[in-house]
């Protein structure tokens, strides 16, 4: 169909600029949705695998320490919650524990602490609780 004669001088994008238009924003629309999904699989698929550095391991141990302390007695010999020391805590399967940590105990005072850990950091966490926890 033609426009009329003079009716071209009002239309600000011709047809195939505004098709452009319309494929490059979905191109940048995907564009975001793919860098959103890669941030995302970046924290769920590398953080498990690195291991805490010696400043982290000292940030874990004062939230050991003092944190946990506060449930699990400061010397972690039990208080609210129970003991984390070696004599109660090696017989227990790691991977509960480390489960314990990161989810808590629905139902119990057991609070999760994903939102303040990785998976390696738990996990270090468990093995130093099972062999007796650095005090700094
Ligand atoms: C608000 C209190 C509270 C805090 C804070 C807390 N816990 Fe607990 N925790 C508990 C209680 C209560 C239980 C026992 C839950 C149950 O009855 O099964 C528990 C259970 C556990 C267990 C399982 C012990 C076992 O013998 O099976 C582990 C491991 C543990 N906590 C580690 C931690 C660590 C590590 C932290 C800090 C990062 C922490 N908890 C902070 C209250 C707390």
């Known amino acids: 169909m033609n426009p009329a004669p003079g009716a071209n001088t009002r239309r600000a994008t011709p047809p195939q600029a505004r098709r452009f238009n319309r494929i490059s924003s979905r191109i940048i629309a ?50 609210l919650g129970p003991a984390l020391l070696p004599q109660a805590l090696q017989d227990k399967p790691a991977d509960s524990l480390k489960a314990t940590i990161l989810q808590g105990r629905p139902g119990t005072a057991m609070p999760p602490w994903q939102r303040f850990m990785n998976e390696a950091e738990a996990e270090w966490i468990v093995t130093n609780l099972q062999k007796g926890f650095p005090s700094d």
């Open 30 to 79: 995907a564009l975001f949705m793919l860098a959103g999904a890669s941030a995302a699989d970046y924290v769920s698929a590398s953080e498990p695998v690195a291991q805490p550095n010696a400043a982290r391991r000292s940030e874990l141990i004062n939230l050991v320490r003092q944190d946990c302390g506060s449930c699990h007695g400061l010397t972690l010999k039990g208080g």
